[in-house]
């Protein structure tokens, strides 16, 4: 009953544009079509806010694409450490445009409709992505770890078909994990106007919206985030204690600066990809006080910045990447 009086609550306080078009929408009992707010509390400027997103989506597709295709054209570049910068790029791709596309929609034309399928597709895509992103991070830890480490034996240590391998693994370990999301959503029942306080399908923001019993969709949900998140940041850190470990016994100081800038672009971008997310999940979950167009605007951001951000990172922070992109645009006298 709380749940049910949430909706009408939430969605009195909507402006009057929004309810002109939820008062529009047909609304079915088992298979709803989903409202998505966008940014509430914000509903006014939310075509203002749409114009940075839309800029990093764009910045996403752009600067991944150059890194797929310069990795892709270079066999230089056919080592591990871009191979899985490589594997990154496609899934920050498909992690920007699982989320972009809808939720500009939403804030620029108020095209806030979305139906259940497709709701449910676009959640499993954002979160089964999201965990490959951070498990092609781990991946990346080790390659750093090896590559420092053991020096001498990283080429027979990560060779392709032991890439290809980690590759299939973050894949069937995300899809395997995200895949009881959107099978057990379909066993909730949603009696009243399912609106969605978010821009775009969030796993936790529909389970809220049912008003069956969703104990095992809420458990489920924050056994993953932990799993996921716990296992992969441990493995994370514990690889680079073995790094910082190996680098301080290495004498001279130019040594250890340049075995620390090796890992520079891979600390940022575990930097940008972690603490927003985590800060997501908490405030989700616990952060009452945070007013919640804060916490949605944070979460659209978490999607979008990594993805736009990963290739800027790489691109200045990696010569090899940063030559071969000025030599393909043709301004190699710049460098």
């Keep these: 009953m709380f749940l049910v009086k949430y909706d009408f609550l939430f969605a009195s306080s909507l402006s009057k544009p929004l309810m002109k078009t939820l008062s529009n929408s047909s609304w079915r009992l088992m298979q709803p079509s989903f409202f998505l707010v966008g940014i509430p509390g914000l509903e006014e400027s939310q075509h203002w806010i749409a114009l940075p997103l839309c800029v990093l989506y764009l910045l996403a597709l752009l600067g991944n694409v150059t890194i797929l295709f310069t990795i892709w054209t270079d066999p230089s570049l056919q080592q591990p450490m871009y191979l899985f910068l490589a594997m990154l790029s496609g899934i920050d791709l498909v992690l920007a445009s699982s989320t972009a596309p809808k939720t500009l929609a939403v804030l620029l034309v108020h095209a806030h409709e979305i139906g259940y399928t497709a709701c449910l597709v676009q959640m499993f ?103 996921v998140v716990g296992l992969d940041v441990l493995a994370i850190g514990v690889s680079y204690a073995l790094i910082l470990r190996a680098v301080l016994k290495v004498p001279g100081g130019e040594a250890r600066l340049k075995a620390f800038s090796t890992c520079g672009s891979h600390i940022c971008v575990i930097l940008v990809f972690y603490v927003p997310g985590i800060f997501s999940f908490l405030t989700h979950r616990f952060g009452q006080q945070v007013p919640h167009h804060v916490h949605v605007l944070l979460a659209t951001l978490y999607l979008l910045v990594p993805p736009a951000l990963n290739p800027l990172v790489y691109g200045v922070k990696t010569q090899q990447i940063r030559q071969r992109v000025l030599r393909v645009f043709d301004i190699k006298g710049l460098i």
């Design 125 to 227: 895509f954002i979160h089964a992505f999201s965990s490959m992103e951070s498990g092609v991070l781990v991946a990346m830890a080790l390659d750093r770890y090896v590559a420092i480490c053991r020096p001498l034996h990283h080429s027979t240590i990560l060779h392709p078909r032991v890439i290809g391998r980690i590759g299939m693994a973050v894949l069937v370990r995300g899809m395997l994990l995200l895949l009881p999301f959107p099978i057990l959503l379909r066993r909730l029942v949603f009696c009243q106007a399912t609106v969605i306080g978010h821009a775009y399908c969030e796993h936790m923001a529909v389970v809220k919206l049912a008003c069956s019993e969703s104990t095992v969709n809420r458990a489920y949900g924050l056994a993953v985030a932990l799993l």
